[in-house]
């Protein structure tokens, strides 16, 4: 196995385009999510699954009527009825990409190596994520279920993309001596992956309680190094279900309580995935983990930069968008950091792939 692979070490297996555009899918999902929730039309349709009784939304007059007369507490505000709708149909499609992915898997269950457990388990997650969608919108914007379905979506994209690096089985292939120096770093990847997750949860919980605003300047928060907080109010996690969450409800200071932790919580994942990539980069000094360690540290400096730029720039919706869909890229950069590390296999790359570049077939990309 030096230097050369086997057809079944190479090959790709059924299933991996349906998967790899799912992962363009999940994006699109996301994206819509986020400027759903930001713009505040998730309740742009009162009801589920449908929008006023409607397929679509009320367009004419009438139909509109009729539903301000259904729905009084909640009128038909058109700004806020196409978001809503438009996400619920792409995520609805993704639904449907999962299902053939099961059916791929089950009618190519003998072949070696092909995935069934995970694709199975797909399926399920996203059913409960079409769940929390529904709870998102009869439990009225409740935080817990706000926050559940955004980490919901961010974890489907992750293992949408995961099942697709299988399929496609992109692995490292190196030597002996370079496994037991990948080995050594695995726990300290997954420890990075888990400081990601819990920072994308603070995201969730800020956006959810509508914190994002409570701290307008930076880098201080309400011009002050040490403003008022009260974090057992900001991490309450037992809000009751019935009021609307709309806007939030929550006092001034648990919201900067919340809004302080998630900045605090960047500066600690900034500082341990920047030792990570360093480590990538500097102390293994192997090609696969330099390539990842300078992608992971892009993505990270993308995202702090659209973090601060959301405060200095007064949270315009286009950067609040940009900055989820940046913390999904940095979550799955870790995904494939673990699948990689997790994965290797001995036995030379193909010559010269690690200085002109792997091809699509190498599995050192």
């Given amino acids: 196995m030096n230097g050369a692979m086997s057809d079944a070490s190479t090959k790709r297996r059924p299933g991996f385009r349906l998967a790899l555009i799912a992962c363009a899918m999940a994006v699109i999902v996301?994206?819509?999510g986020a400027f759903t929730r930001l713009a505040d039309a998730g309740l742009g349709c009162p009801d589920w699954p449908g929008?006023?009784?409607?397929?679509?939304?009320?367009?004419?007059?009438?139909?509109v009527a009729r539903a301000n007369e259904a729905f009084p507490h909640a009128p038909v505000e058109h700004d806020k009825t196409w978001p809503e709708m438009v996400h619920r149909y792409f995520a609805s499609g993704l639904g449907l990409f999962a299902i053939a992915l099961v059916a791929v898997a089950i009618r190519n269950r003998h072949r070696p190596q092909q995935p069934l457990k995970l694709p199975l388990f797909l399926l399920g997650f996203v059913v409960l994520q079409g769940l929390f969608g529904m709870w998102t919108v009869t439990l009225k914007l409740w935080p817990q279920v706000v926050t559940?379905?955004?980490?919901?979506?961010?974890?489907?994209?992750?293992?949408?993309?995961?099942?697709?690096?299988?399929?496609a089985n992109w692995r490292w292939?190196?030597?002996?001596?370079?496994?037991?120096?990948?080995?050594?770093?695995?726990?300290?990847?997954?420890?990075?992956?888990?400081?990601?997750?819990?920072?994308?949860?603070?995201?969730?919980?800020?956006?959810?309680?509508?914190?994002?605003?409570?701290?307008?300047?930076?880098?201080?928060?309400?011009?002050?190094?040490?403003?008022?907080?009260?974090?057992a109010h900001g991490f309450n996690f037992f809000q009751h279900v019935g009021p609307n969450y709309l806007g939030g409800t929550m006092e001034n200071s648990g919201r900067v309580a919340i809004h302080l932790t998630h900045r605090i919580g960047a500066i600690v994942v900034a500082l341990?995935?920047?030792?990570?990539?360093?480590?990538?980069?500097?102390?293994?000094?192997?090609?696969?983990?330099?390539?990842?360690?300078?992608?992971?540290?892009?993505?990270l400096l993308l995202q702090l930069s659209l973090g601060v730029g959301n405060i200095v720039l007064q949270f315009p919706l286009w950067v609040a968008v940009a900055h989820n869909l940046g913390g999904a890229l940095l979550l799955l950069a870790l995904v494939t950091l673990i699948h990689r590390v997790f994965t290797a296999q001995p036995g030379l790359a193909v010559p010269g792939a690690a200085q002109a570049g792997a091809s699509s077939r190498a599995p050192a990309n």
């Fill in 30 to 32: 996301i994206g819509l």
């Fill in 173 to 231: 292939r190196l030597a002996d001596r370079e496994l037991l120096r990948i080995a050594e770093i695995r726990p300290w990847v997954i420890v990075g992956l888990l400081l990601v997750v819990a920072q994308i949860f603070l995201g969730g919980w800020t956006t959810s309680n509508y914190a994002a605003v409570a701290c307008p300047d930076f880098p201080t928060c309400q011009h002050q190094w040490l403003p008022e907080t009260d974090f």
């Fill in 51 to 63: 929008c006023y009784g409607h397929a679509l939304w009320p367009v004419h007059e009438a139909d």
């Fill in 272 to 299: 341990y995935l920047g030792w990570l990539c360093w480590r990538l980069f500097a102390r293994l000094a192997l090609p696969q983990t330099r390539r990842m360690a300078l992608i992971i540290g892009a993505l």
């Fill in 148 to 167: 559940a379905h955004l980490l919901g979506g961010f974890t489907t994209f992750a293992l949408f993309w995961l099942l697709t690096q299988r399929l």
